[in-house]
Each structure stands twice: as C-alpha cells, then as structure tokens.
C-alpha cells in the first residue's frame, strides 16, 4: 500500500512532555499539510511544506509547535511541552505539487492524548 | 471563524433513497469545493470536486451542486447504500492560498 501513512497510530503524553507526529507522503509526493481535528470540530489547517521549505504555517499555534519535511525522510509535527488542550487527532495529506494541491490524499491520523 | 459549515450534525436515510447534505460557506474568495468521506480510525478520503465555474458535476451515484450566489453546496448519494455511511466533510479551497477550510462534518447513517 503506497498511501500516505503515519505513525504512531495512537500516542499518549503526559502533560509537559514532547509529541512527535510523523507522516510519510504517498510516493512521488513532495508537499505535506498538517492538520488537526479537535473533538466535535471540523479539520483545521495548521502547515504546509514542501522538501526543506515551510510555505505556509497560519495555522500553526505560535508556540510550541513547529514542523519539518527534510530532504530525506518523514514530515515530523513536533510539539513541545504539551497541555490537555493539544489532544486531538492529527491528519497529515500529501499532494503531487503545487499546482495539484486540490489533491490532497489524507492518512489514517496520529490521535494524541494527552493525560 | 468557521467559514466553512455544515449545520446537519447527521442524517439518517433509508437504503435506496437519495442522501442530501449540504454544506455553506462565507468566503467569496473560494474558487474549488470537495467533498470527503471518513470511516472511524481512517483519514479522509476523497470523494467528489467541482470547480467554481461549474454548477454541478457528476461521478456515478455522487453529485455536487453548487449555488455560488447563495454560497452553498450540496452532495446528492442516490441510490444511498449501507456501506455509505460514514461521515461527510465538506471543503473549500481560496485561489489566494494553499489551505483547504473543513466543515465539521455530517454523519450519515444509511438504514437498511
């Protein structure tokens, strides 16, 4: 299965501790979004890069989080000091390109719980 | 702000008859609609476009319609069938940027 996959599937952090999210794009796939579903909400956007380059992150809370696509790799979500309030499913996408970003294949999500 | 809205939280439907979800928005700036669906532990899965230059498109039992004026979309299932249900996201793309804004979701239940 070439899907876009993460991992862990399920994650559990105390509060203060480090989270980190990592998603393999489909092959062929450069550019990576981020974004997280609270309960009873919708997704919302938090990051998009590209191999080496954050496009956009208006989504991304200014503190604490932060996120990478090296040049070889997985895309690492990595959030420092976790609260309560950042438990949360997290769900990755990868697209072909730029201009196909309307195709943005989703994995099965990393759920974070934070205790 | 959500500019992106699905206020039927669920639906329930008999197999055979037509689903009907729909989906508004506030953003005149979007210019592309997607509809997902997805399954419990699963991440969304891609279901059906349309452009905003087109009012309607087509992909087997699926449609979407759009209403540009009134800002508003909806995705027609018909026949509906069991395995249909799931929950429906609706999307939006701006022609201004890279995100896609995500309804909150409407569970459908298809009743055999």
């Known amino acids: 299965n070439a899907g876009v996959m993460q991992n862990p599937r399920h994650l559990v952090r105390r509060r203060g501790q480090e989270a980190r999210l990592r998603c393999s794009p489909m092959k062929g796939h450069s550019h990576v979004y981020w974004y997280r579903q609270l309960p009873e909400e919708g997704l919302k956007f938090m990051v998009y890069l590209q191999k080496e380059n954050i496009i956009d992150e208006s989504g991304m809370p200014k503190e604490r989080f932060s996120a990478e696509f090296p040049k070889e790799g997985p895309s690492i979500l990595r959030i420092q000091q976790v609260v309560r309030g950042d438990s949360a499913a997290y769900f990755c996408?990868?697209?072909?390109?730029?201009?196909?970003?309307?195709?943005?294949?989703f994995g099965p999500g990393t759920r974070l719980t934070v205790t | 702000d959500q500019q992106v809205k699905q206020n039927s939280p669920s639906l329930s439907v008999q197999e055979g008859r037509i689903s009907i979800l729909n989906c508004d928005y506030t953003n005149s700036m979007f210019d592309y609609f997607l509809w997902y669906k997805k399954y419990p532990a699963e991440g969304p899965t891609f279901l059906i476009s349309?452009?905003?230059?087109?009012d309607k498109n087509e992909d087997g039992r699926f449609t979407v319609f759009l209403n540009k004026s009134a800002k508003h979309l909806s995705l027609h299932i018909v026949p509906s069938q069991p395995g249909d249900s799931a929950v429906y996201f609706c999307a939006a793309e701006s022609n201004t940027g890279n995100q896609f804004y995500f309804g909150t979701g409407t569970s459908l239940t298809v009743i055999p």
């Open positions: 996408a990868s697209s072909p390109g730029l201009l196909s970003s309307y195709e943005q294949y």
């Open positions: 349309i452009s905003s230059i087109k």
